[in-house]
């Protein structure tokens, strides 16, 4: 794994699903305070991206590509690369549900 990122679900309507998407709850919404704590609290679940590459090189190969890694604090894209490099990279995404708080509210 080269590079592993975040991105936390937030529920913004006390249904159990995530509304919204964010990597840092601590700012979502220009919050402040206590509702800097709600966020958190509200997190129904966790969008992970990993980014991972090949322990060995691959010859006549040259990584050009950009991979897109969910969204950064501010809601820009988080991209890595090009690489340059001759290692072959994969990008996957997978959500995670956060059984305990999204089942107390369904």
Not at 46 to 67: E, F, P, Q
Request: proline share 4%.
């Amino acid at each position: 794994v080269e590079n592993l990122q975040l991105e936390y679900g937030i529920d913004t309507n006390d249904d159990g699903a995530p509304n919204v998407y964010t990597a840092d709850p601590s700012i979502y919404g220009g919050c402040a305070a206590t509702a800097c704590v709600d966020n958190w609290r509200n997190v129904m679940s966790a969008k992970i991206n990993v980014l991972a590459r090949n322990v060995d090189r691959t010859s006549g190969l040259t990584d050009a590509k950009i991979y897109t890694l969910g969204q950064q604090a501010d809601g820009s894209n988080n991209t890595l690369g090009p690489f340059n490099d001759a290692y072959k990279r994969h990008a996957y995404t997978s959500v995670v549900r956060l059984g305990n708080p999204a089942g107390r509210r369904e």
